[in-house]
T-cell receptor, first 113, second 113 residues
């Protein structure tokens, strides 16, 4: 157990819908990262938040957004869902940022039908 | 941006033999290189990491080497066991302070009994 929690574990929804994935980092960690894992794209970095503010952006689509709240938990919002958005979404956390170990949560498996 | 190439995509070794997985990276400012092990449907778990001020790091049967000049790093697993069977990912951070990790495509390691 890494200490990072994610909910829900599984999510099934339809195209065009919107979903919210939730992540709680390890106690004391200020940075939260979101990654998407799919068969064709592999593990891809989406976005990072540090202490409530956006720190870095990766290959995140405009239909996706995230935020980090004062209690440091983070939410990833996915809207106008397409079939290709079906993937495993992982959250990771680290104490601060660059060059630090990132611990991954168990992931949310999203299936868009 | 950073690009990480990983080889081979599949590696089959006899139990007790050694396994070597190689990665190259493109951003000379990268300074952190973790290796993750992922079992089917589970979270990536950090098994070892190395920073650019170190050339080699060992933890029991696992070792990682880094050649900054050539921009490549390798994972070595000795005395392989059935529980080593999994997908292994190398990763690196990027220069300029961006904290998200760039991952290789993964190596499916199969330990033959």
């Amino acid at each position: 157990d890494s200490g990072v929690t994610q909910t829900p574990k599984h999510l099934i929804t339809a195209t065009g819908q919107r979903v919210t994935l939730r992540c709680s980092p390890r106690s004391g960690d200020l940075s939260v990262y979101w990654y998407q894992q799919s068969l064709d794209q592999g593990l891809q970095f989406l976005i990072q938040y540090y202490n409530g503010e956006e720190r870095a952006k990766g290959n995140i689509l405009e239909r996706f957004s995230a935020q980090q709240f004062p209690d440091l938990h983070s939410e990833l919002n996915l809207s106008s869902l397409e079939l290709g958005d079906s993937a495993l979404y992982f959250c990771a956390s680290s104490p601060a940022g660059w060059g630090e170990t990132q611990y991954f949560g168990p992931g949310t498996r999203l299936l868009v039908l | 941006g950073e690009n990480v190439e990983q080889h081979p995509s599949t590696l089959s070794v006899q139990e007790g033999d050694s396994a070597v997985i190689k990665c190259t990276y493109s951003d000379s400012a990268s300074n952190y290189f973790p290796w993750y092990k992922q079992e089917l449907g589970k979270r990536p778990q950090l098994i070892i990491d190395i920073r650019s001020n170190v050339g080699e790091k060992k933890d029991q049967r696992i070792a990682v080497t880094l050649n900054k000049t050539a921009k490549h790093f390798s994972l070595h697993i000795t005395e392989t066991q059935p529980e080593d069977s999994a997908v292994y990912f190398c990763a690196s951070n990027s220069g300029g302070g961006a904290d998200g990790l760039t991952f290789g495509k993964g190596t499916h390691l199969i330990i033959q009994p």
